[in-house]
């Protein structure tokens, strides 16, 4: 079980900071992954990390913005996300899989467990 935390309200040009907590030590072997969807748009991937946080990668959108980290012995990864703009309101995702390769991390059918969501909103 995958369980965001962090969301809300923040102006342009604002930080906030996304959480992802996993329920099971299993997902320290997990690679995790951000997405994010908009009213009436499709979900769409944000960032991933290796499971032992040694590859990160980002969409186009968020590079330099945002950053992915993980603390294995908490069972968790953080989503630090700074200049944040309007157009980054969505809800936030986190997901896990255990497919090899860094070809996994912006392929939404490869994550086999998600989390509920978390709003943020960031007003102009």
């Known amino acids: 079980q995958l369980v965001e935390s962090g969301g809300g309200l923040v102006q342009a040009g604002g930080s906030l900071r996304l959480s992802c907590a996993a329920s099971?030590?299993?997902?320290?072997?997990?690679?995790m992954g951000w997405f994010r969807q908009a009213p009436g748009k499709e979900r769409e991937f944000v960032a991933g990390i290796s499971w032992t946080g040694d590859d990160t990668y980002y969409a186009d959108s968020v590079k330099g913005r945002f950053t992915l980290s993980r603390d294995n012995a908490k069972n968790t990864v953080y989503l630090q996300m700074n200049s944040l703009k309007p157009e980054d309101t969505a809800v936030y995702y986190c997901?896990?899989?255990?497919?090899?390769?860094?070809?996994?991390?912006?392929?939404?059918?490869?994550?086999?467990?998600w989390g509920q969501g978390t709003q943020a909103t960031v007003s102009s």
């Open positions: 099971e030590g299993s997902f320290r072997r997990y690679a």
């Open positions: 997901a896990a899989h255990d497919r090899s390769g860094s070809y996994y991390f912006s392929v939404r059918w490869a994550y086999d467990y």
